[in-house]
């Protein structure tokens, strides 16, 4: 590994003898769970399941320092989202606004519809498509308040057709970003909790007193957040289990410096474990991205946390081609990438496990975050390998139609009670038997 004096970003290159090395140590880093965060967090839904709004009033005041003395003093009325949405400026709701109804527009596109057809023995096969009952939306609060969240798992969820959506959000010493309350007007939110952490997973997964039960949790959170919903997971659903924020840039070395470098930065300043990436096959780039890493850094308000996820987990690559770029991107599989080259279009070809990509110079990822329309939920940790963004389709459920004609039944006896009795399951087998003799 290469490093300049007084850089703090690891330079690799795809011709030294240490690079395979190297490069393993940044496919290291992912979602893994901790065993001190998973035996508190198991303490905590235990309470929740046993003692139900009792114990979520202890967490609440013990965590965030909210004294309330019944579970209803911690649920947000609907005038406070009105209030919200009045006290923030034009610009903001005109912001917001714009964002929901862009991040709908795509969104519509995944609707998925119900289908059956009739096959040659005239039985009926098909597919229903129906949305969850409920569903909870966990927002983070405190450190870093997120309504872009707000819209993006909430919009999906209402074009899917659920029913009811609650909203958990921590309210450290009762304070809430005011955006997160207008942006969950505007989404139709019907119910809004200032309850945090793992004891708002538990309450949303099991019910605690006025809170019921929902049918799947999404959204983002720290660490606690996360393993709660690992344990949980089996009783309702859950999105997944997403890890730091990362991006991995590839770059022709024709984009201007500045760009690229705040790219990096746009992802790094998330928190000191959020992995950013260039890939390029101009040395002369990366060098000129090293410098003005250094000298943009500090005008930035989060540097320290940009500085400390930069030295952990960025890295700047210098590879032979193009094609070789692609070659470590489908092995980081990256939650973000960026293809910011001459023809972007026909580098997406050769992108197979990527959660969002971004074509060409002039599309950041920070508009995937908030506007452009796609969803912002996507899988981190390579495991865009076998996993998608956040959609319509996580907020639906298909049911299996099978409706069987005579004939088909009697066509379908025969071969069903021959398995059947292969996997000595007499019932299974008679049961075809007595329809086929009908």
Known sequence: MV?????AVARLCSTRSDFPERFESLLAAGAESEP???AAVREIIAAVRRDGDSAVLEYTRRFDGIAADTLAELMVPAAALDTA???????ERAALTGAAARIRGYH????????HYLDEDGSTLGQRITPLDRVGVYVPGGKASYPSSVLMNTIPARVAGVAEIVMAVPAPSGEINPLVLAAAKLAVVDEVWTIGGAQAIAALAFGAGRIRAVDKIVGPGNRYVAAAKRLVFGVVGIDMLAGPSEIVIVCDGNTPVEWIVMDLFSQAEHDEEARAILISPDAGFLNRVEIAIESMLPTLERAHVIARSLAAHGALIEVRDLEEALALVNRLAPEHLELSVADAQHLLDGVRHAGAVFLGPHTPEAFGDYC?????????????RFSSPLGVYDFQKRTSVIG????GARRLAGVASTLARGESLTAHARSAELRGAG
């Open 3 to 7: 490093m300049n004096a007084g850089s």
């Open 36 to 38: 001190e965060v998973d």
């Open 85 to 91: 949405w009045d006290a923030i400026g034009a610009g």
């Open 108 to 115: 519509e596109h995944q609707r998925q519809d119900s289908w």
């Open 372 to 384: 452009a329309g796609p969803n912002h939920v996507l899988p981190t940790a390579r495991t865009a």
């Open 404 to 407: 069987c004609s005579p004939h």
